[in-house]
């Protein structure tokens, strides 16, 4: 009986120690696991994070590094090595730089501006670029999709299911052209705050240049503004651009957030936030973006405001859209994570709904060009 009550023991002390070893194990793969991902987030942020020439530091926390022009992630990308940047459109379709004319527009609602300008400039020469931080890459689902819009964010008007507005979650109210050829498109649109429900959830104001069909061969070329609390880590209101040319599989970013669009401009900064914001049924302030197609170069061009032109997106990077455009449209988007029918109380422009009027529910107040009509569920 001892000796039996014996093994019994030796066997427990080898289940022990067998299972004491798996977790050792287990623990180790864990570690060799989270030294992998920081070791992956670091060689990110230094691929980002280019060396500035001058750091401003934002009232919101941002990070406004100004880098040299020639020095940012565009020319990380290897057809762009032997670059000769191109530092103004050959064309402008309003005459941008008759100065008389720009100082003679008679301006409706006040300038918006970007918050980091309140503690400094960049110099000339230079670049503002939003530094990323180690905890804006943690938030996306893996350091490879950081920066990158997830499938099919886009809305495909031409389909007669209007459920097709609202796939995946995302909803979308647009006006849209197409049927045509087209070489650039103008959008003012009001800045608001919508209040986002969930931290996976965002909403924004902007404008699509497209080329080719909804499906994987979609170039989309966009720009406005967004609360995204998920990229960015707050609230704010923020510039922001974005671009692909596979439907938003394998290429293209937001902002600066890839190599791909060459910035210009020394007084705007990609994912700033914009400051100030419209009030319901008080001060109205907006931004106007344009973007156009150099004739001679190819390239598209943006515009923010009536001053800053900011850079282009080589046409090189496009298929359909190094020739022209198909389709343009204008409009809000948001997530609705929520299921089974129900809607996220995240809010579209300012929450309210545009038969309100001006100051109260505008998504858009201007956009060239004539177009059709389709709305979401989704509250504008």
């Known amino acids: 009986m001892a000796a ?21 194990a287990a623990e180790g793969g864990g570690s060799d696991r989270a030294v992998r991902q920081r070791l992956e987030v670091r060689r990110h942020l230094k691929r980002l994070n280019k060396k500035p020439v001058k750091s401003i530091r934002s009232p919101d926390g941002d990070i406004i590094d100004c880098v040299h022009v020639s ?5 990380d990308h290897p057809f762009l090595k032997i670059h000769t940047i191109q530092m103004r459109p050959t064309y402008h379709p309003e005459g941008l730089f008759d100065e008389n004319k720009v100082a003679s527009r008679n301006k409706k609602t006040p300038s918006t501006a970007q ?34 819009k997830k499938h099919r964010s886009i809305p495909s008007p031409l389909s007669v299911d209007p459920d097709l507005l609202n796939e995946s979650g995302y909803q979308h109210a647009i006006a849209y052209v197409e049927g045509d050829r087209y ?34 061969d979609l170039n989309s070329i966009e720009a406005g503004w967004q609360v995204s609390p998920d990229l960015y880590g707050d609230n704010s209101t923020r510039l922001f651009t974005y671009w692909t040319s596979d439907a938003y599989q394998a290429t293209g970013c937001y902002n600066l ?33 344009l973007v156009w197609k150099d ?15 900011l850079g282009y997106w080589p046409s090189f990077l496009f298929s359909y859209l190094s020739d022209s455009a198909s ?9 609705n994570s929520d299921a089974d029918g129900e809607h996220t109380l995240t809010e579209m422009g300012s929450g309210h709904f545009p038969e309100e009027g001006f100051r109260q529910g505008k998504l858009l107040q201007e956009r060239s060009g004539g177009g059709r009509v389709q709305q979401s569920k989704g509250t504008q």
């Open 71 to 75: 020095h940012q992630p565009a020319f």
């Open 115 to 148: 918050l980091w300008h309140q503690n400094g400039r960049c110099p000339e020469d230079t670049i503002p670029i939003r530094r990323t931080s180690r905890d804006d890459v943690l938030r996306a689902s893996s350091v490879k999709r950081y920066g990158r």
């Open 4 to 24: 039996h009550v014996s093994v019994c023991r030796g066997l427990v002390a080898v289940l022990v120690l067998v299972a004491c070893v798996s977790c050792a």
């Open 183 to 216: 070489y650039g498109a103008k959008a003012t649109v009001n800045v608001w705050r919508p209040k986002i429900q969930q931290p996976n959830e965002f909403s924004l104001s902007q404008l699509w240049i497209l080329g080719g069909s909804f499906g994987e």
């Open 327 to 335: 389709m343009i449209e204008w409009g809000g988007e948001v997530v």
């Open 257 to 289: 957030l890839c190599s791909g669009f060459i910035q210009v401009n020394n007084e705007v900064a990609m994912g700033a936030s914009i400051s100030p914001i419209s009030n319901y049924d008080g001060s109205q302030y907006d931004i106007s973006i």
């Open 295 to 309: 004739p001679k170069e190819g390239n598209w061009w943006m515009q923010f405001g009536n001053d800053y032109v």
